[in-house]
């Protein structure tokens, strides 16, 4: 069987790297349409990542604990720096905060189905809060953000937390993007915006002009909940050694840092691809930060997103200094997302399975990503619930799985000294050595 590309070698015809075929497909694009290009999901370019990072398992200098025999704990505390009420949670893996607006009511219902049975939280997003995730989160962790979108004191007392968002890996320094079909009346009525036109939401907090303002947002917030709700304080990663310092400063009781390939429902592709840093080279920094204010692991949590896929990635999280992890992406691919059994209908929209990026479009064959009713009708909470718990107790039980080979009982006694790097870029950004060498780069 011959393939075009053999055609292309025989011919002599070279591709260029600098222009290669999607490039010259995005420069065509942009001097058709005259706009730029928005989309979901996170950053698709190769960085460095947990995949560059392997568990030195124990042997003769560490002992390993028995799978069936002996414990190994995954829960975590979440918050109890200044709270009357932390998050107590089963699993160290979270749901990150993804709007209603980006995804439908049904999704939200089940994620909390999902994420309350195995006793994590979810996390609201811009635009409030729904009784669908309300109604069946057990943990819900409220997101307050620049948009102040659906923001409200009543539903600030309903969460178990609060989340102030400065920013997210996939677009720190922008506001959040909901296109105008997505739009829905009961989205416009919960954000008080007309319906059907495209919602830019602003980039920074309108009352606030640098961390002192944060402070007093922290208190306030505090006031606002009785000092019962653990704070937390989310930022893309960037300069993540002097955010997460001022977060502490500020008075946060968890810090979420969310790497470069964090997952967004919209935004300009141009953004998504280069701004921000990689997951691996956030965590460090992060934890860094909180060891040299003497809170690491005992008063100010650190929750770490952007790329988490499988319980190998929530291991190394947590063992370069992350206390739990938060998912966004792998969530909704793990309700029914890109699955193979709407392959015709990706087709339809110029996609396929395993590509669809097209959040903002609302023509998710899903339901999931949607507000179009037929579209979510299409989806069911209850499945869909069922399907994101099984994913999160395998994530689980990787993770610890790893711990125990390991030798640790808590997938949290996992530490640095666990890993090696198995390329020099990852060596350097994880602060790990080079498998087979003392080499830290860097150090
Ligand atoms: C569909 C979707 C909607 C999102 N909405 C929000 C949001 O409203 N607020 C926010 O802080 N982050 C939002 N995010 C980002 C997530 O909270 C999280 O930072 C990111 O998804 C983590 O990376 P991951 O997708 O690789 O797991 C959204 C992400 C997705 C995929």
Same mark, same amino acid.
């Given at each position: 069987?011959?393939?075009?590309?053999?055609?292309?070698?025989?011919?002599?015809?070279?591709?260029?790297?600098?222009?290669?075929?999607?490039?010259?497909?995005?420069?065509?694009?942009?001097?058709?349409?005259?706009?730029?290009?928005?989309?979901?999901?996170?950053?698709?370019?190769?960085?460095?990542?947990?995949?560059?990072?392997?568990?030195?398992?124990?042997?003769?200098?560490?002992?390993?604990?028995?799978?069936?025999?002996?414990?190994?704990?995954?829960?975590?505390?979440?918050?109890?720096r200044h709270a009357k009420h932390p998050l107590h949670l089963d699993i160290p893996v979270t749901i990150a905060g993804m709007s209603f607006g980006a995804l439908s009511g049904p999704a939200k219902e089940a994620l909390g189905?999902?994420?309350?049975?195995?006793?994590?939280?979810?996390?609201?997003?811009?635009?409030?809060?729904?009784?669908?995730?309300?109604?069946?989160?057990?943990?819900?962790?409220?997101?307050?953000?620049?948009?102040?979108?659906?923001?409200?004191?009543?539903?600030?007392?309903?969460?178990?937390?609060?989340?102030?968002?400065?920013?997210?890996?996939?677009?720190?320094?922008?506001?959040?993007?909901?296109?105008?079909?997505?739009?829905?009346?009961?989205?416009?009525?919960?954000?008080t915006l007309p319906e059907g036109i495209d919602q830019r939401s602003a980039c920074r907090h309108p009352d606030w002009t640098g961390p002192d303002d944060l402070t007093i947002k922290i208190n306030e917030l505090r006031e606002i909940t009785d000092w019962e709700k653990p704070i937390y304080v989310k930022v893309g990663a960037?300069?993540?050694?002097?955010?997460?310092?001022?977060?502490?400063?500020?008075?946060?009781?968890?810090?979420?840092?969310?790497?470069?390939?964090?997952?967004?429902?919209? $935004?300009?592709?141009?953004?998504?691809?280069?701004? &921000? @840093?990689? #997951?691996? /080279?956030? !965590?460090?920094? =992060?934890?860094?930060?909180?060891?040299?204010?003497?809170?690491?692991? $005992?008063?100010?949590?650190?929750?770490?997103?952007? &790329? @988490?896929? #499988?319980? /190998?990635? !929530?291991?190394? =999280?947590?063992?370069?200094?992350?206390?739990?992890?938060?998912?966004? $992406?792998?969530?909704?691919?793990?309700?029914?997302?890109?699955?193979?059994?709407?392959?015709?209908?990706?087709?339809?929209?110029?996609?396929?399975?395993?590509?669809?990026?097209?959040?903002?479009?609302?023509?998710?064959?899903?339901?999931?990503?949607?507000?179009?009713?037929?579209?979510?009708?299409?989806?069911?909470?209850?499945?869909?619930?069922?399907?994101?718990?099984?994913?999160?107790?395998?994530?689980?039980?990787?993770?610890?799985?790893?711990?125990?080979?390991?030798?640790?009982?808590?997938?949290?006694?996992?530490?640095?000294?666990?890993?090696?790097?198995?390329?020099?870029?990852?060596?350097?950004?994880?602060?790990?050595?080079?498998?087979?060498?003392?080499?830290?780069?860097?150090?």
């Open positions: 069987m011959s393939h075009p590309g053999d055609d292309r070698a025989r011919l002599g015809l070279r591709e260029s790297a600098t222009f290669d075929r999607q490039t010259i497909a995005a420069i065509h694009r942009a001097a058709e349409t005259g706009i730029y290009d928005i989309r979901g999901w996170g950053a698709k370019r190769a960085l460095p990542h947990f995949d560059d990072l392997l568990f030195l398992g124990a042997s003769m200098s560490r002992y390993p604990l028995e799978g069936y025999r002996e414990r190994c704990d995954t829960d975590v505390v979440l918050g109890d189905r999902g994420a309350s049975e195995v006793g994590t939280s979810t996390t609201t997003g811009d635009g409030g809060m729904t009784t669908e995730e309300r109604g069946q989160s057990k943990y819900l962790v409220y997101q307050y953000l620049p948009s102040r979108y659906g923001m409200n004191p009543d539903d600030l007392r309903k969460a178990d937390a609060i989340e102030v968002v400065l920013g997210q890996g996939a677009k720190p320094g922008g506001g959040g993007m909901l296109l105008g079909q997505k739009i829905s009346p009961r989205v416009a009525s919960m954000r960037t300069r993540t050694y002097y955010d997460v310092k001022l977060a502490v400063h500020a008075g946060a009781d968890v810090v979420v840092v969310d790497g470069m390939q964090g997952g967004t429902a919209a $935004t300009q592709e141009v953004f998504i691809e280069h701004v &921000g @840093i990689p #997951t691996l /080279a956030a !965590v460090p920094e =992060a934890v860094q930060a909180l060891q040299e204010l003497d809170v690491h692991r $005992t008063g100010v949590q650190l929750v770490v997103s952007g &790329g @988490i896929r #499988t319980g /190998a990635d !929530v291991a190394k =999280a947590l063992a370069l200094g992350a206390d739990a992890v938060a998912i966004g $992406t792998a969530a909704l691919i793990a309700l029914g997302d890109n699955h193979p059994r709407f392959e015709s209908e990706y087709a339809k929209l110029g996609s396929a399975a395993g590509f669809f990026d097209d959040f903002q479009d609302g023509t998710d064959p899903a339901g999931i990503s949607t507000q179009d009713p037929e579209l979510a009708a299409r989806f069911d909470p209850v499945e869909g619930g069922r399907r994101l718990a099984n994913y999160l107790r395998v994530l689980t039980m990787e993770a610890q799985t790893i711990a125990r080979a390991c030798g640790k009982s808590h997938v949290l006694h996992l530490e640095p000294e666990d890993l090696v790097a198995v390329t020099i870029e990852a060596a350097a950004m994880a602060r790990v050595p080079l498998a087979g060498t003392n080499w830290i780069p860097g150090t």
